[in-house]
Each structure stands twice: as structure tokens, then as C-alpha cells.
């Protein structure tokens, strides 16, 4: 059982830069997925990073690309991500997820097992 928790949200204007973090508790196993993911009211769960715990694969949505990145901390336990060139679209509630073993490439949000609570991000106009 993994417990994850998010925090690092808050109101930034765009163009600005935050970072959020995920600590995990309970063993992270190399071979886990762990994934940055958003939603926005009306909008479906997005899928924005992730990585192979063990390291080595990490993809992005094309969304963010260049303007987000994903790392880990492996003897913390900690997730990160780094945005920057904030833009009011990237508005949402954005939480932290892993899934147990399998491809990282094209995980959707149903195949991860442990969620985060969800931080609020929001970037004004």
C-alpha cells in the first residue's frame, strides 16, 4: 500500500513558475509508474507526466512539454513537478498517482492504483 500526498499549489500569475511535490509513504517499487495528472472543472483527468520509478523514462503531454518536468527523489520518496511559463489553461486541480509495474509510455488514469488528495493550481490572467 502506497499513500501518497501532494502539496506546493496556490494562485500564481502566468508566465510565473511553481513547484509541486509527492511524498509517498510505504515501498515504492522500482518498477512503478508514477504520474502527474490534472483536471479542470468540465474537463476530463489529463495525463501530464510520468516516470518509471527506477528512472531512465519519463514522458510528458505535448501540453507541457518544454515548460513542465517531472523528477523523483528516490531516498525521500518524492515526486516533483516543476512548472514554468505558467498559463491560465494550466488551471486545475493537479494530484500525483502511481501504478504498480507495466509500460509507463501510455498509462491512462484508470490503470494507476494509489492517488494523491489533489492540489489546487491556479495561474492568472
Known amino acids: 500500500q502506497v499513500q501518497l500526498v501532494e502539496s506546493g499549489g496556490g494562485s500564481v500569475p502566468a508566465g510565473g513558475s511553481l513547484r509541486l511535490s509527492c511524498v509517498g509513504s510505504?515501498?515504492?517499487?522500482?518498477?512503478?509508474?508514477m504520474g502527474w495528472f490534472r483536471q479542470a472543472p468540465g474537463k476530463e483527468r489529463e495525463r501530464i507526466a510520468a516516470?518509471?520509478?527506477?528512472?531512465?523514462?519519463?514522458y510528458y503531454a505535448d501540453s507541457v512539454k518544454g515548460r513542465f518536468t517531472i523528477s523523483q527523489d528516490s531516498p525521500t520518496n518524492t515526486l516533483y513537478l516543476q512548472m514554468s511559463s505558467l498559463k491560465p489553461e494550466d488551471t486545475a486541480i493537479y494530484s500525483c498517482?502511481?501504478?504498480?509495474?507495466?509500460?509507463?509510455?501510455?498509462?491512462?488514469?484508470?490503470?494507476?492504483?494509489?492517488w494523491g488528495q489533489g492540489t489546487q493550481l491556479s495561474v492568472s490572467s
Open positions: 498517482a502511481a501504478a504498480r509495474g507495466g509500460s509507463c509510455s501510455t498509462r491512462p488514469a484508470k490503470e494507476y492504483h494509489y
Open positions: 510505504g515501498y515504492i517499487y522500482q518498477s512503478y509508474c
Open positions: 516516470i518509471t520509478w527506477g528512472g531512465g523514462n519519463i
